[in-house]
């Protein structure tokens, strides 16, 4: 008697090729979802998704600097960045040209499709800064020089700084015309 290969078992396959389809389809599935995710994103939504994930980031800021850190929170007119040192900065969006993955982090399509920020403008984050008396660093559009101190003051759209030095300055500035603060430079 020599020995014969088993006759195939018909539901043996029939199983086999039910967990293929089940697998292929699964896959079809997966690819659509990130598809139909990546047409809805929102630029708010992708912010949203690099905070919540911690992801390091590069925030390229209009005048050709950058902030490297993660993203704290998103306002409705601002970004909140957590720096590798520690410090917060908190950055206009409007002068935010690019936000990307440190480089070696993975860089998937945008998918974030969330509308909503947190409910806070730029003014209504530094109100507490202001009442807390936290030394900060403001840049404003257009303006070189960083200017430090404590902001004393925070009325409907103008802020008043007390600058450090020697002659303990105040400076009063349109909150519309900051650019980025750095809180306890």
């Known amino acids: 008697m020599s020995w014969r290969r088993p006759e195939p078992d018909p539901y043996l396959e029939l199983t086999d090729d039910a967990a293929l389809r089940d697998a292929v389809a699964a896959r079809t599935e997966e690819r ?26 590069v925030v390229d800021v209009a005048g050709a600097h950058a902030h490297r850190g993660v993203l704290a929170a998103v306002g409705l007119d601002h970004l909140a960045v957590r720096l590798h040192a520690g410090m917060v900065v ?12 440190e ?22 984050a530094l109100v507490r800064v202001a009442e807390d008396r936290i030394r900060v660093g403001v ?7 960083l200017a430090t101190g404590q902001l004393v003051g925070l009325g409907e759209d103008v802020l008043t ?4 030095g020697v002659d303990q300055a105040t400076i009063y500035a349109p909150t519309a015309a900051i650019r980025e603060v750095l809180l306890d430079p």
């Not at 700084?161 to 450090?164: H, M």
């Open 32 to 57: 659509r979802r990130r598809e139909l995710a990546a047409e809805f994103a929102t630029w708010t939504g992708t912010l949203r998704d690099l905070a919540e994930r911690a992801v390091p980031v």
């Open 90 to 101: 908190l950055v206009a969006t409007d002068v935010v040209r690019t936000v990307r993955p």
């Open 103 to 124: 480089p070696g982090q993975a860089a998937p399509v945008a998918t974030g499709d969330r509308e909503r920020s947190q409910d806070r403008t730029l003014v209504e």
């Open 139 to 145: 840049a404003f559009r257009d303006v070189d020089d």
């Open 161 to 164: 700084l007390r600058v450090d």
